[in-house]
């Protein structure tokens, strides 16, 4: 596999150079999927790289793995901030860049999502506001029930935090529940004729357990098929390690790809 960085010019939603951490397999013919791996709220593009094997997860695969880096912004366009248009940069410029300019199947079929934390939120978020798009999405640890409360002056700990209000209020509105960004209110409004393959996972020491439980809970109230799976482990990096390739064989599966 080879192990490259892009850095692409001011022409997108954010009208700012955006970085890229892309993984490419050297010893297959193309044309390839592309998973598109998301980092959590505290990480950027480097991290899945930087923490996992990741690399070493998808050899011999014909996977094109693409990690970008989308800040604090929960992979949504901003209410408040037009330059901030984070799901919009991904799923209308970053997916267009990467399918013209590297070997890639250009159909919903060969893409996929995956994330940890806050990128699982939106690995499962873009998956069902687009499913023309995407044909899987995989959750780790996902801050899925993120959009589904209003948000308050309280962050992912018991203590107050009022710049955690001040931070994501803009993103979001102060109730996002039922909205665009929700993804129970998506699961519910979901077509089942074109629904993405599913996967859920979550530690039993992790603080956002039951969010997991709970979306796991109303998916099947809903019907929609879906992978779900707990493990010992906590919110860290040695969990997803050990868990991301369960969901590059989820996404291998769904895109009919083997070694």
């Known amino acids: 596999m080879a192990l490259c960085e892009m850095h692409l010019g001011s022409s997108n939603a954010l009208q700012k150079m955006i ?5 490419l397999p050297e010893k297959k013919a193309g044309p390839f999927g592309v ?23 998808v050899e011999g695969l014909p996977l094109i793995v693409v990690m ?13 901030n037009p330059r901030a248009a984070f799901e919009t940069m991904i799923v209308r410029d970053l997916v267009g860049f990467v399918d013209g300019m590297l070997n890639t199947r250009a159909e919903r079929s060969s893409r996929a999502l995956c994330g940890q934390s806050m990128g699982g939120y939106g690995a499962v978020k873009l998956a069902l506001k687009h499913p ?8 780790h640890s996902g801050a899925l029930l993120f959009a589904s409360r209003p948000i308050t002056a309280r962050g992912p700990g018991s203590g107050p935090d009022d710049g955690w209000r001040r931070e994501f209020e ?8 039922g909205g665009p960004e ?22 039993t020491e992790d603080f956002l357990l039951e969010d997991n439980r709970a ?17 010992g482990g906590a919110h860290e990096w040695g969990y997803w390690d050990a868990h ?12 009919g790809i083997s070694a």
Do not use: Q
């Open 215 to 231: 979306a796991h809970a109303r998916l099947k109230e809903l019907g929609l098929p879906h992978e779900y799976h707990e493990h």
């Open 35 to 57: 998973l598109y791996l998301l980092h959590g709220l505290s990480d950027d593009h480097t991290t899945w790289v930087r923490r996992t094997s990741i690399e070493r997860y």
């Open 19 to 23: 970085s890229a951490t892309v993984i």
């Open 182 to 203: 929700d993804v129970l209110a998506l699961a519910e409004r979901a077509g089942r004729g074109s629904l993405p393959a599913l996967r859920l996972d979550c530690g």
């Open 244 to 255: 991301v390739r369960e969901s590059i064989d989820f996404v291998a599966r769904a895109m």
């Open 132 to 139: 023309d798009m995407f044909c899987a999405a995989s959750s």
């Open 170 to 177: 803009p993103i979001f509105g102060a109730d996002p529940t």
């Open 68 to 80: 970008p880096n989308a800040e604090r912004s929960f992979y949504a366009d901003s209410r408040s």
